[in-house]
């Protein structure tokens, strides 16, 4: 299923996408109530709270895919064309946010590119960072303040969401606990990025400042064609492209990470609790920010985002997450 947050009449709704049409659950639910066998009382008009829910509210949701099969499309209210809602975030609000470093490739070439070795640490843990999760965007416009136009970039990165609490997850059971997968954009603002870390800190406002991420919320059975299964956990081979302003900037795969999402869920869980609604993001793929290419002389002069471009993250079966930037003034 492909689950999605959009506003329609200028509040946030619980959805799934079909084809074109975005289908509001908790409407859905309420009319096909009195005909349909459903495990719960209600569906919430939320991902966090439809999370906690369970394997039931994913079988409630399948019944409610089923009676609309049965009755077609019954309602304007329930089914909308795409075209006439506005796609947030499908995890508006996240639990909270972490964001992993898991690409060779981006580890090694922005290091070089600084005139530093390969660091051995990169192979004994599978590092990350937290980052801002009361900023994020979904597609469209990324509104930003002038010091983030000093250098802005893009991250391509694949990002999943937890479905359900867990502590001290091996990484043998891990890719239980992921309820889908998502796009992330991790702008970035390099020239303030890189002041603040000459303290060995961070990154803070260099990152905090917004996170893309959709545009829709795929759970994992609309990826199993490209599932390739491993010791330490699900890899999936899906083609990951950036473009700016229409022109292919980056390509990568998400089957080159080098730390699965399960072995950083194992480090991210131990001695801390992970809850539902959870997004912890795979770092940037080989080539997927100009940070890299710029120090890789791919581009000459450096290429970065400018004010008022438009820059879309694309993965197979993840779908297209399109933002344009925006210069608050």
């Not at 909270?96 to 590119?113: K, L, T």
């Amino acid at each position: 299923m492909k689950f999605i947050t959009f506003t329609c009449g200028g509040s946030e709704r619980l959805g799934i996408l079909k084809g074109n049409y975005a289908i509001d659950l908790q409407l859905a639910f309420k009319k096909a109530n009195p005909t349909t066998d459903f495990e719960l009382s209600y569906m919430p008009d939320n991902i966090l709270d439809f999370l906690k829910l369970g394997q039931a509210g994913i079988r409630d949701v399948e019944k409610i895919d089923k009676w609309l099969e049965d009755n077609g499309q019954p309602d304007e209210i329930i089914v909308h064309s795409i075209n006439a809602v506005t796609l947030v975030s499908p995890v508006p609000r996240p639990t909270s946010m972490r964001d992993g470093y898991a690409f060779r490739q981006h580890v090694e070439s922005a290091r070089r590119n600084r005139g530093l070795e390969m660091i051995p640490e990169f192979d004994e843990i599978p590092i990350f960072y937290f980052t801002n999760h009361q900023a994020v965007t979904g597609p469209g416009e990324v509104l930003v303040q002038p010091m983030h136009m000093d250098q802005l970039d893009f991250e391509l990165e694949c990002a999943i969401v937890i479905g359900k609490e867990g502590r001290n997850i091996p990484a043998s059971k891990a890719d239980e606990y992921i309820f889908g997968y998502t796009i992330m954009n991790d702008w970035s603002a390099r020239a303030m990025q890189m002041h603040e870390m000459k303290l060995n800190l961070g990154p803070a406002k260099g990152k905090d400042f917004a996170t893309s991420l959709g545009p829709f919320l795929a759970t994992k059975d609309e990826l199993a064609e490209k599932r390739i299964e491993g010791e330490n956990g699900e890899r999936y081979d899906l083609t990951m492209v950036t473009r700016l302003n229409g022109q292919e900037v980056s390509r990568g795969n998400t089957k080159d990470m080098s730390w699965t999402f399960a072995q950083i869920i194992e480090r991210a869980s131990y001695g801390v609790t992970l809850y539902p609604g959870d997004v912890i993001g795979s770092g940037t793929v080989g080539t997927g920010c100009f940070l890299e290419l710029n120090g890789s002389k791919v581009f000459n002069p450096p290429l970065w985002v400018k004010d008022g471009d438009v820059v879309e993250c694309e993965i197979d079966l993840l779908g297209n997450l399109v933002n344009r930037i925006k210069l608050e003034k």
